[in-house]
C-alpha cells in the first residue's frame, strides 16, 4: 500500500521550456503533497508543501512563479519549471500523506531527473 | 525548531558485519522520527517509524532502531549487511502540527565482500 507514482523519470529539454512533472497517491487520498529538490550526493531541499485545493506554501528562497504547483485533487498534484534554465537541472522528488498529522509518515515517488541543455 | 545530525556521510562494512548508522535529532518537543533508504535514481522508501509507542522500532529488510531520549539519538542497526543494504540512509524528524520533515543529511551505506 501507499504507493506514489512519479511522472516522468526523466526529462531532457531546451532552455526556455516549461516542464511539467506529475505526482499521484495511487491507493491512498493525499491530504498533503510536498515537492523536494536534491541535488547530486546532497539531502532532500524542501521546497514546498501543497494541500489539496488551495495554495501551496512555499519555502524561503523558492520562486513561487518559477515553480507552479497545483493539487487540483486528492490524488495529484503537479509541478510545472517555467522557462527552464541549465540551473533547473536537478533530481526533483514528491511524496503524499494522508492527513497533516506528524506521525504520519510521507510516501516518495521514485523521482524525475531534469535535464535543462 | 527541529535538526537531525547524521555521523558520517560514509560508512562501509563487510557483507555480514553489523550495520549501525547514526542519528541525532534536536526538537523542543517530543519527536516523531523516521529512516528512509533510497536507491540509486530512486525516491526514499520508509523503513521504519518512531511515534512515541516503543522506544525499540523494528522495520523492513531486518533493520530496527531504538529511540533514547536521553542522548537524543535513534541510531539505525541491522544485525548482518547484505549487499542488497547498499544505498543511502537518511533520518528524519517530524514535530509540531503538521509532517513536515527535516532531513539529516545521509549516510552513503557501502557493503563490501
Known amino acids: 500500500g501507499a504507493v506514489v507514482s512519479q511522472h516522468p523519470s526523466r526529462v531532457i529539454c531546451k532552455s526556455g521550456t516549461s516542464v511539467k512533472i506529475e505526482c499521484r497517491s495511487l491507493?491512498?487520498?493525499?491530504?498533503?503533497m510536498f515537492w523536494y529538490r536534491q541535488f547530486p550526493k546532497k539531502s532532500l531541499m524542501l521546497m514546498a508543501t501543497?494541500?489539496?485545493?488551495?495554495?501551496?506554501?512555499?519555502e524561503q528562497g523558492v520562486e513561487k512563479d518559477k515553480f507552479l504547483i497545483n493539487h487540483a485533487s486528492l490524488t495529484l498534484s503537479t509541478l510545472t519549471v517555467t522557462s527552464a534554465h541549465p540551473e533547473d537541472s536537478s533530481f526533483y522528488i514528491c511524496?503524499?500523506?494522508?492527513?497533516?498529522?506528524?506521525?504520519?509518515?510521507?510516501?516518495f515517488g521514485d523521482g524525475t531527473r531534469l535535464s535543462i541543455l | 525548531a527541529q535538526s537531525v545530525t547524521q555521523l558520517g556521510s560514509h560508512v562501509s562494512v563487510s557483507e555480514g558485519a553489523l550495520v549501525l548508522l547514526r542519528c541525532n535529532y534536536s526538537?523542543?518537543?517530543?519527536?516523531?522520527l523516521f529512516w528512509y533508504v533510497q536507491y540509486p535514481n530512486q525516491g526514499l522508501q520508509l523503513l521504519l517509524k518512531?511515534?512515541?509507542?516503543?522506544?525499540l522500532v523494528k522495520g523492513i529488510n531486518g533493520f530496527e532502531a531504538e529511540f533514547k531520549k536521553s542522548e537524543t539519538s535513534f541510531h539505525l542497526t541491522k544485525p548482518s549487511a547484505h549487499m542488497s543494504d547498499a544505498a543511502e540512509y537518511f533520518c528524519?524528524?517530524?514535530?509540531?502540527?503538521?509532517?513536515?520533515?527535516?532531513f539529516g543529511t545521509g549516510t552513503q551505506l557501502k557493503v563490501e565482500l
Open positions: 518512531y511515534t512515541s509507542a516503543a522506544t
Open positions: 526538537s523542543s518537543v517530543p519527536p516523531y
Open positions: 491507493d491512498f487520498q493525499a491530504t498533503t
Open positions: 528524519a524528524v517530524s514535530e509540531g502540527g503538521g509532517n513536515k520533515l527535516t
Open positions: 501543497s494541500n489539496e485545493g488551495s495554495k501551496a506554501t512555499y
Open positions: 511524496s503524499a500523506a494522508t492527513g497533516g498529522a506528524s506521525n504520519q509518515p510521507q510516501h
